[in-house]
């Protein structure tokens, strides 16, 4: 493939530039991001222009992280007695900004559901 020339390369990136990020107009060009912004900076210097701006995505047409999920088995507290436990990830009270020795508070809601607050 010949190399474009700093002309040809500014004007296919404005056109790619109105309905592309730069890292769409990256692929569109079959370069890698860093190779792209590069040529783009250089072709833009040397034609003494400013590079384009591009688009920028929403986040709702973003791909959205799946919620991390954590599963654990009930569990018999000690040998003796009916008592059960599970262990809750420390992410959990990090998030919430719960400390050591904050109250809380336990409640059962409906047959699955166990509804924990901070006193």
């Not at 210097?45 to 791909?63: H, I, M, V, Y």
């Not at 569990?75 to 009270?93: N, Y």
């Not at 719960?98 to 109250?103: K, R």
Request: charged fraction near 30%; hydrophobic fraction near 35%.
């Amino acid at each position: 493939m010949a190399k474009m020339s700093d002309a040809e390369l500014m004007k296919k990136v404005r056109s790619l530039a109105e309905s592309n990020s730069k890292s769409g107009a990256a692929r569109e060009l079959n370069m890698s991001v860093q190779t792209f912004t590069n040529r783009l900076l250089s072709a833009a210097s040397s034609l003494g222009e400013a590079p384009p701006k591009f688009t920028r995505k929403t986040t709702s047409t973003q791909k959205i992280k799946p919620k991390r999920v954590h599963s654990d088995k009930v569990r018999s507290a000690g040998q003796a007695g009916k008592a059960l436990r599970v262990i809750i990830p420390q992410h959990f009270f990090n998030n919430l900004g719960w400390a050591a020795g904050d109250e809380i508070k336990m409640r059962k809601s409906g047959k699955t559901k166990i509804i924990i607050e901070k006193v």
